[in-house]
């Protein structure tokens, strides 16, 4: 147990439907971060909030919308995605936006779009 | 830009062997080092890590020592358990702009069996 938890574990959704993910933190931390890992990938950095502010946006297709409401609270809305944004997304978060900082994983939210 | 390049597994040992998952990184800067494992349906955890040259990080009997003339932070185990079974994965952050940015390899699956 991280301290990170997200909902749902598991999902499968279709190309025509809005999903959202959820990632919530217990550990005070100040930054939170969106990932995608993808088989025989290594893990691609989406969204980094830090005091509920968007501060990086690594080319991501605008069907996936994140929202911060707080600095506890993460979320990843989907929607009109495709069968090749099938992947875990893992949700992180850290004290700071440090280069040596830990950052605490969630055990992933495994989509599949049909 | 910043890459890590790690052995590609999946690696395979006898409990009690000797482990070994070599590492070697490229950076525009003064990076942080460190190792993630993932074990099977979590999300990633930090093993360890090392913030400057010739640091020697360790957690759980792991070991790995920030080699800057070799560009490289080597992940060793005396004498692996079966309970060690996991993808484990090297990653990089460089101070600065952008410095949150963790940078990983592809994963190096370990199985190790009794």
């Known amino acids: 147990e991280t301290g990170v938890t997200q909902t749902p574990r598991h999902l499968v959704m279709g190309m025509t439907n809005k999903k959202s993910l959820k990632c919530e933190q217990h550990l005070g931390h100040n930054a939170m971060y969106w990932y995608k890992q993808s088989a025989k990938k290594p893990l691609e950095l989406m969204f980094v909030?830090?005091?509920?502010?968007?501060?990086e946006n690594n080319s991501v297709p605008s069907r996936f919308s994140p929202e911060c409401p707080n600095s506890s609270h993460l979320f990843l809305h989907l929607h009109t995605l495709q069968p090749e944004d099938s992947a875990l997304y893992l949700c992180?978060?850290?004290?700071?936006?440090?280069?040596?900082?830990?950052?605490?994983f969630g055990p992933g939210t495994r989509l599949t779009v049909l | 830009g910043d890459s890590v390049t790690q052995m590609e597994g999946p690696v395979t040992l006898s409990e009690e062997a000797f482990l070994t998952i070599n590492c070697t990184y490229t950076?525009?800067?003064?990076?942080?080092l460190f190792w993630y494992v993932q074990y099977p349906g979590e999300g990633l955890q930090l093993l360890l890590k090392a913030t400057k040259a010739d640091d020697k990080g360790s957690n759980k009997g792991f070991e790995a020592t920030y080699r800057k003339e070799t560009t490289s932070f080597h992940l060793e185990k005396g004498s692996v358990q079966v309970s060690d079974s996991a993808v484990y994965f090297c990653a990089l952050s460089v101070p600065g702009a952008g410095s949150y940015q963790l940078t990983f390899g592809k994963g190096t699956k370990l199985s190790v069996i009794p």
């Open positions: 950076a525009t800067g003064y990076p942080s």
């Open positions: 992180a978060s850290s004290h700071k936006l440090r280069s040596y900082n830990e950052q605490f």
């Open positions: 909030y830090s005091l509920e502010e968007r501060v």
